[in-house]
């Protein structure tokens, strides 16, 4: 198959610059500007944009610099645990147990509060148990060889279920002020919510990671084609395995930030999580399958969700209507992508006077014995 089908220009897995073809011959201009045009992100920009306007023309104080600290605060979380998450995916995995994580580590904080734990101990021991739950998912799933989708659904239930065997019904509450002021505070002289100079700084970090490093390489191998990386010497069950880790970590951190944020601490928190959090990566332009995305498109589609989220509140929609939106974006992000990469490809060939190789196989189709 030609690499220049199965991974979009700037996805960090390009064989060759965007104006020059594998054989190193220049492609024309036309077509590395429909590159660059095609991107998924310029498009999810183009839908931020729309979004805004549409939000402004909604609500006069949709605008205002309140609004734009709540809508940001009110999806932190998951942008947190999303970012992570882009690179399970990326790497051809999947990580459904991290609101049950979330929970969990708001139970343990809770727990650890309330028994006369200073803070400083308490939010360290939750870290830890983080950890250890993304060790357990990765150990099944990379070790043992367990599909993660089944592995974390499992996971999921386990979590959860000690979340309410630590903390139970209850709620705990009165944490110390500084510490809800770090849930629901502003940065000084700015909008922004204490919590999302962690997004901002995991989004750094994790976009170097994977568009910048080896490490990234290795993972677009690995979800590209897990035996092909395997043969070239990648590490992939080591690597998958401090992903999950690394999710794991960072689903605890989001479950701090929760609860900073609501000043309570609960078992039944960070509930329906996931199903935002698979949106958001999705919708950035991660393939479901694996091998391609970018960081970029992860944040773009991040604020996307948020203003939407937003914009809806303010015109008093129901809830279940921003349910239902949600599940369509989910849709979208799978169908439209794939129907997109699939015509720049043909227009690709077309603007180079291309036709497409003998016996190509489409996704979701068998090839011929």
């Given amino acids: 198959m030609d690499d220049r089908t199965s991974a979009p220009a700037g996805s960090g897995t390009d064989p060759a610059p ?5 054989s190193g011959a220049p492609r024309g201009r036309g077509v590395a500007i429909v590159g ?18 549409l939000g402004a023309s909604l609500s006069p104080v949709f605008l205002s610099a309140r609004n734009f600290s709540n809508l940001i605060a009110a999806v932190i979380e998951v942008g947190i645990i999303a970012l992570p998450m882009a690179l399970i995916i990326v790497a051809g995995e999947i990580d459904l147990s991290v609101e049950s994580m979330v929970g969990l580590a708001a139970s343990v904080l809770g727990f650890l509060y309330a028994a006369g734990y200073p803070l400083e101990m308490a939010i360290p021991a939750v870290l830890v148990v983080g950890a250890l739950g993304g060790l357990l998912n990765g150990v099944l799933a990379t070790m043992a060889g367990l599909p993660s989708l089944v592995v ?5 239930a386990l979590f959860r279920g000690l979340a309410l065997v630590v903390l139970g019904p209850r709620g705990i509450s009165g944490f110390p ?10 940065i000084p002289g700015t909008p922004l919510p204490w919590p999302f100079v962690i997004f901002a700084v995991l989004a750094l970090v994790l976009g170097f990671v994977l568009h910048g490093t080896w490490i990234g390489r ?20 080591r690597m998958k395995l401090l992903l999950f880790v690394l999710a794991g970590l960072i689903a605890a951190l989001a479950g701090v930030v ?13 509930e ?6 698979v949106t958001i990566v999705l919708l950035g332009g991660v393939n479901i399958f694996g091998g391609r995305g970018t960081i970029l498109g992860v944040v773009l589609a991040f604020f996307t969700l948020a203003v939407l989220g937003n914009a809806l509140r303010l015109a ?11 599940g369509v974006l989910l849709i979208i992000s799978v169908v439209i992508p794939t129907l997109a990469h699939q015509f720049k490809s043909a227009l690709d060939r077309a603007l180079r006077g291309r036709r497409a190789p003998a016996g190509r196989v489409g996704p979701g189709e068998m090839a011929n014995p």
């Fill in 272 to 277: 329906g999580m996931t199903l935002t959090v």
């Fill in 218 to 237: 290795q993972l677009f191998a690995a979800g590209k084609n897990v035996g092909a990386a395997r043969y070239s010497g990648v590490r992939v069950a």
């Fill in 316 to 326: 008093n929609i129901a809830s279940e209507i921003q349910s239902i939106a949600i």
């Fill in 36 to 53: 660059r045009l095609a991107r998924w992100e310029v498009l999810l920009a183009f839908v931020l944009l729309g979004l805004v306007w």
């Fill in 258 to 270: 929760l609860a900073a944020r609501l000043a309570s601490a609960r078992a039944d928190a960070g």
């Fill in 152 to 156: 974390t659904l499992g996971t999921l």
């Fill in 18 to 22: 965007a104006d020059v073809d594998a």
């Fill in 177 to 186: 002020p500084e510490f809800s002021a770090f849930g629901f505070g502003t």
